[in-house]
């Protein structure tokens, strides 16, 4: 089933409100023959035909006219809500500190990042970065306001919510025998050493986060050999370029962690990752609250808008 987007809506009710493709057409500022695409997919979604196009211009159906009132009332209640999220962006203001999880980096974070300071203008946002040891970026010690991180956190009062979700792909040395595979399962990898994460020191259970990027424990049993461990994600690179081990990584982390000596393979059996946005559970900030509802409607929307079907 063809997905209804807000555009169909507008295009129209522009084309119904002005009985005409052309005057439609600019009204909306498309080509005619776009805006002629869009209407003929929007009636294929609905299912029936909501406009007569005839010699002395377009009229609407019956049935178009039952779908242009609600038209109409889905785009009013759309303009009172942009408008009302206006309003309460004027009245959020302050500092809001966010910790940065640097294994949680990529496109995502930022597209997130940039939505908030584009809504809440009036926050002063202060970034501050976390390595791997750090995986509640500030939230225990209450350094950061809320954070964008990879679970998990292994720690009493702090609340998660998933904003999106890759799968995780193994990274090797050049030169490895297991670099030549198209793909790759943790059997094929048992027995070799892995570069681990430290200890976590920051009041979570110091070995979940680690164990949670060994995969450990494994469905096989197999226990992962550690040949080095890494602090920071430079050293993490160090040791897998010096081939003290291999490791896993988001499949998004291929484009920032690439340089020469490593390589990237995909695993077939290796659970995904998720990038989250955590905040304590005692916070009641206004400004906290107006961030986690903010980068989960547009992770939301960007996730439907890449899964959705592509419209001209």
């Given amino acids: 089933m063809l997905n209804i987007e807000l555009r169909h809506l507008r295009y129209f009710v522009a084309v119904a409100e002005e009985n005409s493709f052309t005057a439609a057409a600019r009204r909306v500022h498309v080509a ?48 009172r809500g942009v408008a009302a999220a206006r309003n309460a962006a004027r009245a959020v ?3 809001l500190s966010v910790g940065i999880s640097l294994a949680a980096g990529g496109y995502t974070r930022t597209m997130l990042l940039a939505a908030f300071e584009r809504a809440y203008p009036q926050v002063d946002v202060r970034l501050v970065t976390f390595d791997l040891t750090q995986p509640a970026c500030g939230l ?18 702090i609340e998660l919510r998933r904003l999106d979700e890759e799968s995780r792909v193994f990274v090797l040395p050049a030169g490895h025998p297991l670099t030549f595979r198209d793909t790759l399962t943790l059997a094929e990898v048992a027995g070799q050493p892995w570069v681990a994460a430290g200890l976590a020191t920051d009041g ?5 986060w680690r164990d949670d990027w060994l995969v450990n424990p494994r469905p096989d049993g197999d226990t992962p050999l550690i040949g080095a461990v890494a ?52 916070e009641d900030r206004p400004v906290v609250r107006s961030f986690v509802d903010l980068v989960t409607s547009v992770a939301g929307h960007a996730q439907r808008d890449h899964g959705a079907v592509a419209l001209a």
């Fill in 204 to 208: 979570c259970d110091p070995a979940a």
């Fill in 93 to 95: 203001t302050g500092t």
């Fill in 32 to 79: 005619q023959q776009v805006l002629s695409t869009q209407i003929r997919q929007l009636e294929d979604a609905v299912g029936t035909q909501l406009l007569d196009r005839g010699p002395r211009g377009v009229t609407v159906t019956p049935a178009g006219k039952a779908f242009l009132t609600a038209a109409r009332e889905t785009l009013a209640d759309l303009d």
């Fill in 140 to 157: 225990l010690d209450r350094g950061t306001d809320v954070a964008l991180l990879r679970p998990p956190v292994a720690a009493a009062g």
């Fill in 231 to 282: 602090d920071t994600i430079e050293e993490w690179r160090e040791h897998i370029v010096a081939g003290h081990g291999l490791s896993l990584c988001p499949v998004s982390a291929e484009t920032y962690n690439a340089r020469p000596g490593i390589v990237f393979v995909p695993g077939t059996d290796v659970p995904s990752t998720a990038l989250c946005v955590a905040w304590r559970a005692d």
